[in-house]
């Protein structure tokens, strides 16, 4: 992987250059979906843990198409629903991962969250692939990269702090930023693993 990060970050930039009404339209929609079924009383937190899957699955199909240039439409955002026990025995399994690691310690969680940071990603390029292979590839291919994913998610920190002081609404360019960051991420790194 040869692609420094505040290139890729560039290249997120430039995609989102004239199309930032788009991404954000996009990112409000599965923000707002999501918070209104976590915040579902008595069942919010069993329905989050159904329904997160799918919806990561379209969120991260909807921005990876974007990153690529593909055109995309708000319905996109629901194609996870289409995968759906796929994507929610994927989501399942990968939060229980990452719990377990926790649970040793708050270092070896965040190395198994950035370890299975690809896998939404793996699914939304490829229909047929199962939770456990996707997982698995996911690892393979973070390996070696893992510092280099994190110090990316560094560079949002003081854009992230800004958007704090601006009651949460710069979140609303930030959040569609990194995701067109982390899909451009992907596919460098897809590439950079890719056999020869």
Known sequence: ?????????????????????????????YLVIALLIGSTPLIGPVASLILSGPLMLGMVAFFLSFSRGQDTRFA??????????????????????????TLLLIVPGIIAAIAYSQTFFLMADDAAIAHRPALKKSREMMYGYKWKYFCLQLRFLGWALLSILTLGIGFLWLLPYMQVSFSKFYDDLKGASAPA
């Open 1 to 29: 992987m040869k692609t420094e990060n505040k290139v890729l970050m560039r290249q997120a930039r430039e995609m989102l250059r004239g199309k930032w009404g788009h991404a954000i339209g996009a990112y409000l929609i």
């Open 76 to 101: 996109d955002l629901f194609k996870g629903f289409e995968h759906f026990g796929r994507a929610m025995g994927t989501y399942l399994w990968m939060t229980l991962f990452i719990v377990l690691w």
